[in-house]
């Protein structure tokens, strides 16, 4: 690539809700120029970029596509659009970034996967919560064996949401838990199963409260709650692991990770009567640590990546194929809602077989 | 019963880790006297008492029974002995309160219900909560309407626990939960099904980590997460309503009840296109309002009740049948977590069923 | 103004720390076009627009000033040089806004006062506290009586702060504390005295801790702790008044205002006993409510005020007067920690007296 | 000593506020025998005491005196009896331990502390924070030098607090906060200075808000705000040391402690121009830290720590001379009050002088 020690030319698709924080980020990088933006409402775009701005601004993708200092295409846009967008990006030879997400199906997701391999461009899910400071250092506590071995993951994602007109709260909550478990477990996010139980108790047609079991290999077991119906905001993640365990409280930015140096474990010993399990039980009471995390925005460690995936020909952080490890998770839970909860296969193999294909 | 107007004597039954509660507040209680201490270790219990009290201190339950300035029994041992402490009170005219849960099954704790009113004397069970001031104050907004319909209820109940030798962490947490959703629900907990997912990481033989959905009338989902293996300490309930919703944070004793004048409106309209459901959705953003509650201790509220229980012969607040429908969820659970987390019956007519016989 | 109608041109002087906010506010603004930024360090500025912005970029002050499309001048440079650059814009023709602290000095400041009003231009400190909707709610409840006579303000603002070279925390940080006691205080602030202790203890050569404290008239009395040493953030003010108490915690998003119906009587009673004064003392304990407050930006709504005082002539909210009285102050502490913390007078007169001449 | 090996045998004077955490600490102790409760109001003491008790009751202090089997008195009555009341036990030839403050006054405090003296009896004051987790740990990580040199001590204690008949809040509530500085600085609390601030909005004739500043030698500070009208409670300090600071949150039992490894440091440098003292000046900002702390009810440690002060002759670790630092300092900030809070001398050396006389 010719620019590659200049910068790449970027044009985002879609200046609704997440749009502005695209903008914003790849404005202020130093390894992108901004080039244009696309939306059908080209008055809100250009509000979104200012008075005395140079950026272009058109509500014609094609036009878009059609640029040649255009490297690369950020998709903001609703879910079912992704996949008809990302093609024509990818089919016009460029790079694509998608909202998470990724797709609004396995299916479309994986033609997207597989479209760009042949095409030999990056496609990356912006899964942003993988580029926050704390999840990062999570991901380094849990390889580094500081944890030890992981127990049990529980993470709550609730607040008074904007009722979706097109996916219920699995679909517009969960991909953030799903794919930052997707990050910060080794080899991905690959439950032995999923479980969903949902509630709609208004009557909006569609889940606005929800619960996922994951039980992962090992005996462990991952469950998040989503919920558009809490008037109080609660972002947590309790990451218990064999030696240590971890509290993620997002907001609480002065104590965003707290590491326990507490737990239960269990001594095998021979028992030889009934009641004396307890007794082989031992605990740990020690300190709590808090690492210092640095104050960076995660969305400007998104678009650097983007770029350096680009520049490399390294697969990025949060390629395709871990936003479809996220789609099969969602499907799955679909099917188990369908199915009264009960406990269903996530089709992780389906991921690999494509991922390989 | 002659002593009505001055004091009932009571003992108590297992010196423990609960005893000591009950033996302080019967103490304090102008409505008991403490007369007798049964523990197989004497010495505990002596212990418990200070030097220089004149309770009698014993080994043996026949002694106690034997007693006639004994009114009452209060039972605090394991739970798998509630049955057989409560069956010889009450053949001994005793009247009984049993620490949660009621019973170790629900045919023995049918068994009790059924053996006390026979005797016409009052059995009560010890849930503790629903005699704290948020317990109450938060049944009295849900039955003056001010919180509307139930939407949801998410109930969350984590902390390093110790691991039981007997129970897994359903039988040994969830009762509380259990419990106060059956005293602040109209009607009781009488859920339509139950579903729970339980996990065992440390290969301990049970449950240490455990879920439990519980499908409500009208497509209200109660939610309840146990845990006996996180290091921070979380007991919370969100109770989601179409007027209101409340936070009970127990952990804040400066601000324990929340209730927000916040939530989401269905609006209906005759919605002639796809899409248009999103326009149809009303949100509300109010204020913030925290009721005073008294500091008084929840124990002294039940021995309380006890009294007043027996003396004007009216039912309990948490009399024998309450405990019977915890224990008749906690059974349920049981059967769902055998079979992968399918929703099972929750056995609500069962209870009604003996509760009539 | 031929203006009057359209958007008022603005230049802003300083792209360090503050001016980056206040570009971002006056180009998000349907009141304002932003037309320049002046900094001696131009790359700075143009970093700041970004790429592809038509904002000219100088490190001309005197360009700027030339401009006929620029109404007005924000001011966001070090506070020794704002008496200078004020007095040329205003010279200028041109409304002048200023980052707190007003000036250096009261003399600095009644001199830019004096010579505001000679010209017929807008002088506005940017008080950017007063206009977060929480301050603006406290000046509401305040000035509506519903938390009737004020008692006392404590107000903490500590964190680990960047050790300013030219001004101690007392100049850095209590103008935010003054500035807001001077808008929700009825009449501003004038206190009867001031009196200020400062420690010093890392041998700075001023003071990295402070603390003030000014009675007010009847008997109350405003306290204000500013630190640069505290490692933790805290941002706190507690207003007692006779009928409610107001606790304003700005780092807790979800709650930022707390009203107490709280609060200790003293029931004026013949006593004619010595320590009979305990049993007219009474206590209220009452619920707390906290008043929804909207999300808006602060910088906002002090530009839209700005471009308001232009355009209609009144004075702004937080005009070069209140920047004075705030001055005041700050002189005052300066008398009191020379003279061990002696309480010295606030010179409001002297406020006032300028005010009208 | 003949009972060194058994149990001391003491009695508590006055059974309001205090005394019933003295009770129930004593008779849960292996080294104290409870014999006896004093107070003018028996049946309020038998309450305490609880029906079936063998504790002696009495309203006559000369009956309990004259016990043979009462080794030690501790008194739990107000201030301005502790003098009478500890000079009649000491006579009676009995240790005695007194509820902070130690006397109403430097002068009996000092006559308590001579008299014990010659008598060769344990006088201990029951400043119960010295003896909680938090504050041990405390004095340890200051001890140790963890966190370097003391730089600002910064301590609140606010809260809706009985507006006190015969004492103002200094001497109500400061006693906590200076006994707590006396045992955590090295050499105990000697202010180079004492100025105070009070406030008294209700016109209750007494100060309900006040202030304290304490310069301490090195150029340190430590500052005490104590207030009876706030509706919100908080029980802060902060520790700022050169090396790491230190937050205490009493009200935050999961985390207690927060040692924060941030700070300013002062490099020393050749600095040939004004304004280049910024440049010196760097930051550090790491990991926090907090120690696992066991859950040990101070009382139990206070009265385990008389008995050892009896048995061993030693004095204890808050003996009579900590005591009169404290109201060494009470005296100063009276002193200061009554001349609108200009800095004082705190005195420590006539507290040096008597206790060496």
């Known amino acids: ?7 790449l030319g970027v044009a985002v698709v879609g200046a609704g809700y997440w749009g502005p924080n695209l903008i914003r980020n790849f404005r202020a990088s130093e390894d992108w120029d901004l080039v244009a933006v696309c939306d059908l ?3 809100r775009a250009q509000r979104v970029l200012g008075e005395r701005s140079g950026v272009a601004v058109t509500d014609s993708l094609a036009e878009v596509l059609a640029r040649e200092d255009v490297d690369a295409v950020a998709i903001a846009t609703p879910a079912r659009t992704h996949h008809d967008i990302a093609a024509r990006a990818l089919r016009a030879g460029k790079h694509v970034v998608v909202e ?25 899910a912006d899964h942003t919560y993988c580029y926050t400071p704390a999840v990062i250092k999570i991901r380094e506590l849990i390889e580094s064996g500081q944890l030890g071995e992981i127990l049990f993951i529980d993470s709550v994602r609730i607040n008074l949401g904007l009722v979706q007109p097109d996916v219920d709260v699995f679909w517009d909550l969960a991909p953030h838990d799903l794919s930052i478990l997707d990050y910060i477990l080794p080899g991905g996010l690959r439950p032995v199963g999923v479980s969903a139980q949902g509630a709609d108790p208004l009557g909006a047609g569609k889940s606005c409260v929800g619960y996922l079991m994951m039980p992962l290999e090992g005996g462990a077991m991952a469950h998040v709650h989503v919920n558009w119906l809490s008037p109080t905001k609660i972002r947590q993640m309790v990451i218990g692991g064999s030696q240590r365990t971890l509290v993620w409280d997002d907001l609480n930015p002065q104590q965003r990770l707290s590491v326990y140096d507490r737990g239960v474990d269990l001594v095998q010993q021979s028992v030889d009567q009934v009641d004396r399990r307890a007794a082989t039980v031992s605990y740990r009471l020690g300190d709590t ?3 210092a995390l640095p104050e960076t925005e995660a969305i400007g460690g998104m678009v650097a990546e983007f770029a350096s995936s680009i ?12 936003g479809l490890r996220v789609l099969s998770v969602l499907e799955a839970a679909g099917r188990s809602l369908a199915a009264q909860g009960v406990l269903v296969d996530a089709g992780a193999s389906a991921v690999d077989r494509q991922a390989v294909s």
Not at 1 to 7: C, H, K, L
Not at 100 to 124: I, N, T, W, Y
Not at 311 to 322: E, I, K, L, N, Q
Request: charge should be positive; hydrophobic fraction near 35%.
């Open 1 to 7: 690539m010719s620019r590659a020690r200049g910068r």
């Open 41 to 43: 409402d080209t008055e």
């Open 100 to 124: 998470k997400p990724l797709a609004d199906s396995g299916d479309h997701g994986r033609a997207m996967v597989d479209f760009a391999a042949e095409q030999g461009l990056v496609l990356m």
């Open 289 to 291: 640590w808090a690492p």
């Open 311 to 322: 520049r490399t020909g390294r697969p990025s952080r949060t390629d395709g194929r871990a």
